[in-house]
């Protein structure tokens, strides 16, 4: 036989591939998940059918130290094979250690591609770790995504993407991988401490800023009210219904459909980090100073101090926000977002993480964002000046500081 091999023209070939994946995933909420009669907590999300093998459980320690008998005995009485690990929270552990400590876990049980999805019930650190490891255990696995903090429920709990902080760089690596079925139970942060309420709430402020006027109005009226129950709604009736469920449920929407339009971040201008443009080095400097929904108001603050600085946001409208701020039980300042220095140095290390571009989302008035690209170093230094101005109490209005002590 033979072997005719006919050269005609000597080409350079190219293949290409082109897919397109389909994300589906549900955010639901479930009231009394712990309770033995609500099938919710060991049930298979969308898309997965049981393979008969063990389910690893990610536990977050401070819900251990809440919850833990009562986690394991709901597995105790609905499911035979379940494995626990319990994780710190906190940012200073947002660790590849700890991810490789989950991943380690789920290949010492035999964790399946989908008939086994583990199950993180924690704050969003242990969601972060736990998402992250289960993007990377066999190329990715599905899992169940139980938010125990307010800010892993309104916040973490629609976000697509996980990460751990890498080389003094927060969220520096990480995956997209969102679990099919996040479960939201408000009573699951009954328990947790005023400071990690009053974070959550910094993050709430967020979203009330950048789109919605009337949570605005809730966080404005209610902030106290709602940093006291813990948004159980357990307290005094409101002339306006049950404002810790609507607040909780507008941030969670508001949350969900901005994300949607952009889930994998094709697009770096993103209303969402608003608050994020100059927090992230501040947090990391501050760690473990500084909670997360804390670097965030601060950064909200400032946001609006510098639009305020540029005629584009009445004073008003500043001032409501460090109100607002302090009804929440959070500081509208901070020593570190008074360092100029240090404030150049994040928007700096921000633009890179922008591809180059500010995409700096500013407010126009509460609920109305824009974008600008042309902040200057000297405006941030102004601005850092008010923000001294304000950490003394101080009227953050122009030439007014000294004279106008603050009493909000
Ligand atoms: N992936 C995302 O898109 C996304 C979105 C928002 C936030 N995050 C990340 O989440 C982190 C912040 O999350 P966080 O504010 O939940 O902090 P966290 O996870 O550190 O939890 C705060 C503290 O509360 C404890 N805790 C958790 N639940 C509890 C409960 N029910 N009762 C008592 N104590 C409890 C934890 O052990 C921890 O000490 C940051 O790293 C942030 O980057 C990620
Ligand atoms: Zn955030």
Redesign the pocket.
């Known amino acids: 036989m033979t072997r005719e091999v006919i050269v005609k023209h000597l080409t350079a070939a190219r293949w290409t591939v082109s897919a397109t994946r389909h994300v589906d995933y549900e955010i639901v909420e479930s009231p009394h998940l712990l309770d033995p009669a609500n099938p919710s907590l060991g049930a298979m999300p969308p898309g997965s059918e049981a393979s008969g093998g063990t389910r690893l459980v990610v536990i977050?320690?401070?819900?251990e130290?809440?919850f833990g008998d009562r986690i394991r005995s709901y597995f105790a009485s609905r499911h035979d094979r379940m494995d626990y690990l319990v994780l710190?929270?906190?940012?200073e552990h947002?660790t590849l250690d700890q991810v490789v400590e989950v991943v380690s876990r789920l290949n010492s049980i035999g964790t399946d591609r989908s008939g086994t999805p583990p199950i993180a019930i924690?704050?969003?650190?242990?969601?972060?770790i736990t998402?992250m490891a289960a993007g990377l255990y066999r190329r990715g696995i599905p899992y169940v995504r139980v938010p125990?903090?307010l800010?892993?429920q309104i916040?973490?709990s629609v976000?697509a993407?996980?990460?751990v902080n890498f080389e003094g760089f927060?969220?520096r690596l990480g995956t997209f991988a969102p679990p099919p079925r996040t479960l939201i139970d408000r009573t699951?942060?009954a328990?947790?401490?005023k400071r990690?309420i009053s974070?959550?709430m910094g993050?709430m402020l967020k979203m009330a800023l950048i789109k919605d006027a009337r949570l605005f109005e809730l966080l404005e009226r209610y902030g106290p009210q709602l940093l006291a129950e813990n948004l159980q709604d357990d307290g005094p009736a409101t002339r306006e219904g049950r404002v810790g469920e609507e607040g909780m449920h507008r941030a969670i929407a508001g949350m969900a459909e901005e994300l949607q339009k952009n889930l994998w971040e094709t697009d770096l201008k993103r209303i969402v980090d608003y608050g994020h443009t100059f927090s992230p080095a501040v947090e990391m400097r501050a760690l473990p100073g500084l909670?997360?929904?804390e670097a965030v108001a601060l950064g909200c603050v400032y946001g609006a101090v510098l639009a305020a600085r540029r005629g584009m946001l009445r004073y008003d409208r500043l001032e409501r926000i460090i109100a607002t701020t302090r009804g929440m039980g959070l500081r509208p300042s901070h020593p570190l977002f008074e360092d100029a220095d240090l404030l150049n140095q994040a928007l700096a290390d921000t633009i890179h993480h922008r591809d180059n571009h500010q995409h700096i989302t500013l407010l126009r008035d509460i609920g109305v964002p824009t974008f600008v690209e042309d902040l200057t170093p000297r405006e941030i230094t102004e601005a850092a000046g008010v923000m001294a101005d304000i950490g003394k109490g101080l009227s953050p209005l122009p030439g007014r500081g000294a004279d106008f002590p603050w009493k909000g």
């Open positions: 977050d320690e401070g819900v130290g809440a710190p929270g906190g940012d947002k924690g704050g969003g650190v242990v969601q972060d998402g125990t903090t800010l892993g916040d973490g976000s993407k996980n990460g927060r969220n699951l942060i328990t947790l401490p990690q974070s959550g993050e909670l997360h929904g």
